[in-house]
């Protein structure tokens, strides 16, 4: 019944932005725990970024102070906001429904992101 739609990925130069949303069916986003993850071709998935019920978020040392993540209660979407976009930063990005602990309980269908010159 759980439905994660991501959207908004594409081809960027390095230093420019990208916008990623994950329209949550199903449930009510606001109410979980979501993350975004990505895998890079050869590489196992890695947690990006997450943001708990109660707003907390965590980011992954390589990404944080230039990604972002919230939600968008209005539009049950939660949103990765991407700045100053490197090269390794390309890979199929994924949102993830997860629980208390971590555990990823439901994965989306994933968006790529290239960031090329």
């Known amino acids: 019944q759980v439905q994660l739609v991501e959207s908004g990925g594409g081809l960027v130069q390095p230093g420019g932005s990208l916008r990623l949303s994950c329209a949550a069916s199903?449930?009510?986003?606001?109410?979980?725990?979501m993350g975004w993850y990505r895998q890079a071709p050869g590489k196992e998935r890695e947690l990006v970024t997450a943001?708990?019920?109660?707003?907390?978020?965590d980011y992954a040392d390589s990404v944080r102070g230039r990604f972002t993540i919230s939600r968008d209660t209005t539009k049950n979407t939660v949103n990765l906001q991407m700045n100053s976009l490197k090269p390794e930063d390309t890979a199929v990005y994924y949102c993830a429904l997860r629980n208390r602990y971590g555990n990823v309980l439901h994965w989306g269908q994933g968006t790529q992101v290239t960031v090329s010159s």
């Open positions: 943001i708990s019920s109660g707003g907390t978020t």
């Open positions: 199903g449930l009510t986003a606001g109410s979980y725990n």
